[in-house]
């Protein structure tokens, strides 16, 4: 079997937080009440979308399955975290890692693509307004999530298969769950092939998206500029404000995790931009999308009157 390497391991020992040990039950708290609101966050965008018929367009499609990628993304390492808080060094075997890195890695990499595939969306919304429905059509919008996911696939099993197949000289994996870079850390001999790799992923999974965006923001704002009055121009910018702030921290801090030299890693504050693009971006995107959009606060205000009569 491909996760039977050379070093014999069968488990793993994640030491998750164990240098601030004094301040675990102030993190489990924190942690627990951060994914609690956003599973309901998120559950909430998502039920607003499909309930609401004014909401039924690509926009909101893409925006429901990005809530539906959040909830599962978190999803994979929350549980983690919270055991390792409550019992200290959690003991994970090495099939259990694989299948987590996996899935950390094919929801990710889905949500990279993700947010690509909601910038053209507004691309063709603004550059192309006549063609638009036409363009964005549901079987348009289907096969773009599906692309997405297929991205995500592709990236977790060629990554978790190549990084399981390799032998390992450790056990203790110094974070809170099976992240690429601390298991990196642990591959015996020359690491520099598993590093290239890692760094042609990241190209991949999230430079080739991110440029992409950046070429679609570029011909967006060009468009927005020679539109006649300023009341069109702050109509169009504002229906890609959420966008842009979403992908700028979603980008911004995972970015900064995988496209980095080897030599830069620090333990401590690769645990810290791990939490902040896999446990509080996913908060923020929900908060993001119903706080700067008149329709989804629409929408949520319709539905507590309903829920008040």
């Not at 996996?102 to 993700?114: K, N, R």
């Not at 001999?189 to 042609?200: A, D, K, R, W, Y």
Request: glycine share 4%.
């Amino acid at each position: 079997m491909i996760l039977g390497n050379l070093s014999g391991l069968s488990e793993f020992r994640l030491l998750g937080f164990s240098e601030i040990s004094h301040l675990h039950p102030l993190l489990f708290v924190v942690l627990l009440s951060l994914y609690i609101l956003t599973l309901l966050a998120n559950t909430m965008i998502a039920f607003i979308v499909t309930s609401d018929n004014s909401l039924h367009t690509p926009m909101y499609f893409f925006l429901t399955q990005l809530s539906c990628l959040d909830i599962c993304y978190l999803s994979v390492i929350i549980p983690t975290i919270l055991e390792n808080l409550m019992v200290g060094t959690v003991s994970i075997s090495m099939t259990r890692c694989a299948m987590q890195m996996f899935f950390f890695l094919f929801f990710g990499v889905a949500e990279c693509f993700l947010l690509a595939a909601m910038s053209l969306d507004r691309y063709f919304a603004i550059c192309y307004p006549l063609h638009y429905t036409v363009i964005m059509s549901s079987r348009a919008c289907r096969s773009l999530v599906a692309g997405s996911y297929i991205c995500g696939t592709a990236v977790g099993l060629v990554h978790t298969l190549l990084t399981f197949s390799s032998p390992l000289c450790g056990s203790a994996i110094d974070h809170f769950f099976c992240e690429i870079q601390p298991l990196l850390d642990l591959l015996c001999g020359n690491t520099l092939p598993s590093e290239i790799q890692v760094i042609v992923v990241a190209v991949f999974a999230i430079l080739s998206p991110f440029l992409l965006i950046i070429y679609s923001y570029i011909r967006i704002i060009s468009t927005i500029l020679h539109m006649a009055s300023a009341e069109s121009q702050q109509k169009a910018f504002s229906t890609c404000s959420s966008h842009l702030l979403v992908v700028t921290l979603f980008y911004g801090t995972a970015g900064s995790m995988y496209l980095r030299p080897k030599y830069s890693y620090c333990a401590s504050v690769d645990k810290f931009l791990s939490l902040s693009y896999s446990v509080v971006t996913p908060l923020l995107n929900p908060v993001i999308y119903s706080l700067r959009n008149k329709e989804v606060k629409g929408a949520l205000k319709k539905k507590w009157r309903k829920i008040n009569l």
